[in-house]
T-cell receptor
Framework: DGGITQSPKYLFRKEGQNVTLSCEQN?????MYWYRQDPGQGLRLIYY???????QKGDIAEGYSVSREKKESFPLTVTSAQKNPTAFYLC?????????????FGPGTRLTVL | AQTVTQSQPEMSVQEAETVTLSCTYD???????LFWYKQPPSRQMILVIR??????QNATENRFSVNFQKAAKSFSLKISDSQLGDTAMYFC???????????FGAGTQVVVTP
């Protein structure tokens, strides 16, 4: 089946730890995105990548890092510098050749800081 | 800067009835795209409908239709013949940039009751 997978579904982090959220897609999409969702708010962009080995900061990149070593994968690391990381994280992807193509989303990861 | 405003935090509708969700946006760009996404309790983001700003005709997808008023910068979603499965959070989103950044509203929770 083609689609976007995110793992794990639930993640718990202790104070001071770095954690990595996985996002994989087999849709042959070029562009990939990470969003954060907090209660009562819409999605906010953390990082995005249009091609392998290149990525750009979004609106709320502080305390996060990403890599794009393969077209299919765009992992997000939540570092200890992120002051309030408890949130729902969504990964998305789209065809970059069509700049206005629709973004499709993965099922999300719920991160909780203990 | 782009903004998207959804002024209705929650709406309730009975099965088979019609409900309309409002969305207003602001952008100085002339070429942009508007989307409605649905997020059911599973939290999977699902595309409902998409509208290109250069098209005057309102988009329709089965029971979902939009009323796009470009001059007023308004983009409302009408759900006809509401079904229990329509219960979800609905997000309005604006796309203006070539790299695909979506600007989301805060969302409207729709509850369909029997």
């Amino acid at each position: 089946d083609g689609g976007i997978t995110q793992s794990p579904k639930y993640l718990f982090r202790k104070e001071g730890q770095n954690v990595t959220l996985s996002c994989e897609q087999n849709l042959n999409h070029d562009a990939m995105y990470w969003y954060r969702q907090d209660p009562g708010q819409g999605l906010r962009l953390i990082y995005y990548s249009q091609i392998v080995n290149d990525f750009q900061k979004g609106d709320i990149a502080e305390g996060y890092s990403v890599s794009r070593e393969k077209k299919e994968s765009f992992p997000l690391t939540v570092t200890s510098a992120q002051k309030n990381p408890t949130a729902f994280y969504l990964c998305a992807s789209r065809w970059a050749a069509v700049s206005t193509d629709t973004q499709y989303f993965g099922p999300g990861t719920r991160l909780t800081v203990l | 800067a782009q903004t998207v405003t959804q002024s209705q935090p929650e709406m309730s509708v009975q099965e088979a009835e019609t409900v309309t969700l409002s969305c207003t946006y602001d952008t100085s760009e002339s070429n942009y795209y508007l989307f409605w996404y649905k997020q059911p309790p599973s939290r999977q983001m699902i595309l409902v409908i998409r509208q290109e700003a250069y098209k005057q005709q309102n988009a329709t997808e089965n029971r979902f239709s939009v009323n796009f008023q470009k001059a007023a910068k308004s983009f409302s979603l009408k759900i006809s013949d509401s079904q229990l499965g329509d219960t979800a959070m609905y997000f309005c989103a604006l796309l203006v940039s070539s790299w695909g950044k979506l600007q989301f509203g805060a969302g409207t929770q729709v509850v369909v009751t029997p």
